[in-house]
């Protein structure tokens, strides 16, 4: 009796079937479709390649053509076939750093980075980082940012996955811009806080960074895609600049305390200008970001005066149960929420200070550290201990006797010392009363301080003896050395950056160099201008795997912009490092700062 032969084609780009059914013949496509034969008639079969590559056929014919491209047989049932087309998908990824799979399942690179699917299947790949990021797609997934890509395979497709272990943003126009500030958000995992300046407007990510006039100052909050969920500005046409971060949770808000230095009209509330009556002064400001957004801080404070060549600023912040902490420099003599600090005279005395504010902006105290003739005295760094303590650290080049609690009769050894201070919580005592880096001669400047397990801290810096060094000290809670590592460095290298690693229990460190700079026994060096350099170390000071070197043809740095000084050292240490790297839950560092290549 008369049988049906259903011929199912396969894409018309893949290839098609040509058959004969006794006399008869055609091609699918285009003629696929059901023909009537009689039992014992000969079919023809054959498969014609195009785009995809022929391996069997289905159904039917599976039996008596298996993957003969051309077969005849003479079938006495109904018969219903195909060819199948496949295409090949090859993958390529950095095979140390991260890994791909497929679904469906074929691909699982390194080990298996090719594989043939069925010509038309849709396939997923997934890239899998490994202590790495995924730096972006090529090939087939080109241009997707998302670690998941889709890839129809109705041709030979090749896919690559770009992993890196540093993943970097950059922001810019053909004004200037600085990020200066970074800090890991305490409700987001995976998201940070970013504080900067822009000298025009700018496109940070998902989102635009209005400008007037001036240097203004902005807050952004990124998700853990990079995507900006939240900005605030401060403008006003002067030049503002935030040099400190610090974020709390405050009962499911995000909180962000900035401080910097500005210089002429600084609007904090969005219409009243500071103007201050020195060449620079400093601020420390607290934002939200609020349900109902606003357009300026919850409050702010600044400390103006009479202060001459680089004048005051906030270098670094801290924060813990409900205490805010500002450490920096004051030139000439500045008031501070109604308490007169520094000196009258307008010169080059210079005064580290430190306060403590409540988070509803209240001041606790105020007190300056240095001599009442002229001397340079600035702290860097600030951290809270665990009682509550604040822990500053910079450097001095003169006694200090200007009648604050930590006073100190010792002149530095050397040219400057670096210099540790920790003020009981209500700064009524010195505790201890100096903790002093001695080197033989030359100069020596803390620019970062870390906390770490058990109370104990890193200090970072830079001394110059017999060489130049980065300098990185580990202190326990009673302030005993327990390592210090010198790296050496052939030019003077600018300020560096500390941060604790709980993941990992180690601490990281970044900062720029120039030259050459030597660090766990490798030489690296500058391409040109000033390179950034990151490392870590394990709880015994040694370096736990090669450093990271970022550069381009340019200067590529660390923080905020450098401060024109008294000479090469001095206007090198005085940029702002101490609040450009954090460190998220997961190990992974942040670092904030600032590059004049056209790409690093």
């Known amino acids: 009796g008369p049988l049906s032969l259903t011929v199912s084609g396969p894409a018309p780009t893949a290839g098609t079937i040509s058959f004969e059914i006794g006399e008869f013949d055609a091609v699918c496509p285009p003629a696929c479709g059901t023909y009537g034969f009689d039992a014992g008639t000969e079919i023809t079969l054959e498969a014609n390649e195009q785009l995809g590559d022929f391996r069997g056929w289905s159904g039917d014919a599976a039996s008596p053509c298996g993957t003969s491209s051309s077969c005849s047989y003479r079938p006495r049932t109904d018969q219903n076939i195909t060819a199948d087309f ?89 004004a200037d811009e600085w990020a200066e500030a970074i800090a890991a958000d305490p409700l987001v995992t995976g998201g940070y806080v970013l504080a900067g300046s822009v ?134 003599q500045v008031t501070l929420d109604g308490t007169t600090l520094g000196s009258g005279a307008q010169d080059n005395r210079k005064h580290a200070v430190d306060a403590v504010f409540s988070s509803a902006g209240v001041m606790a105290f105020a007190v300056q550290h240095g001599k009442a003739t002229a001397s340079h005295a600035e702290s860097a760094a600030i951290l809270f ?32 010392d670096a210099w540790f201070y920790q003020l009981s919580a209500d700064a009524s005592t010195c505790l201890p009363s100096t903790l002093t880096l001695l080197r033989p001669t030359g100069e020596n400047r803390w620019s970062a301080l870390a906390g ?93 795997s090669e450093a990271l070197v970022l550069g381009g043809s340019g200067d590529d740095v660390v923080g905020g912009p450098l401060i024109p000084g008294t000479g090469e050292f001095f206007e090198l240490q005085s940029g702002h490092a101490a609040s450009a790297l954090a460190v998220l839950d997961d190990g992974t560092a942040l670092i904030a700062g600032w590059t004049d290549s056209p790409a690093i």
């Open 199 to 332: 000298t025009d407007s700018l496109v940070l990510g998902s989102a635009l960074v209005p400008h007037t006039s001036g240097q203004e100052l902005f807050v952004a909050r990124f998700g853990a895609d990079r995507r900006v969920t939240w900005l605030e500005t401060i403008g006003g046409g002067g030049d503002l600049r935030p040099h400190a971060l610090a974020v709390s949770d405050q009962d499911g808000v995000l909180a962000c305390y900035v401080g910097g230095s500005f210089e002429g009209d600084a609007e904090f509330d969005g219409a009243n200008a500071e103007n201050p009556t020195g060449d620079v002064n400093g601020f420390v400001s607290k934002h939200l970001d609020e349900p109902v957004p606003v357009s300026a801080p919850e409050w702010w404070e600044t400390f103006t005066g009479n202060g001459a060549d680089n004048g005051s600023r906030v270098a670094d912040l801290a924060f813990q149960d409900g205490r805010v902490a500002l450490t920096g420099l004051i030139a000439g």
């Open 86 to 174: 496949v295409a090949r998908l090859v993958v390529t990824s950095s095979s140390s750093l991260g890994a791909v799979t497929s679904a469906p399942a074929g691909i699982a690179c390194p080990g298996d980075c090719q594989a043939e699917f069925l010509f038309g299947t849709t396939v997923t790949l997934a890239a899998v980082p490994s202590n790495s990021f995924l730096q972006g797609w090529g090939g087939a997934c080109a241009g997707d940012p998302d670690p998941v890509c889709s890839v129809v395979m109705d041709e030979y497709r090749t896919a690559v996955a770009w992993f890196s272990r540093v993943r970097i943003d950059l922001y810019g126009t053909s």
């Open 385 to 416: 201990t665990p009682g509550g303590a604040t822990l500053g650290a910079g450097f001095r080049d003169d006694v200090i006797d200007d009648g604050g609690p930590c006073t100190s009769a010792t002149n530095p050894t050397t040219e400057t």
């Open 452 to 544: 770490g397990p058990a109370g104990a801290f890193l200090a970072a810096g830079f001394t110059r003896t017999l060489e130049t060094s980065v300098t990185v000290s580990e202190y326990s809670a009673a302030g005993t050395v327990l390592w210090t590592r010198d790296y050496p460095a052939s030019a003077p290298p600018g300020p560096f950056a500390a941060a604790y690693d709980a993941s990992s229990d180690q601490w990281v460190l970044a900062g720029s160099f120039e030259g050459n700079l030597v660090v766990g026994g490798v030489t690296h060096t500058a391409v040109a201008g000033r390179d950034i350099i990151v490392f870590r170390l394990d709880q015994s000071g040694d370096v736990v």
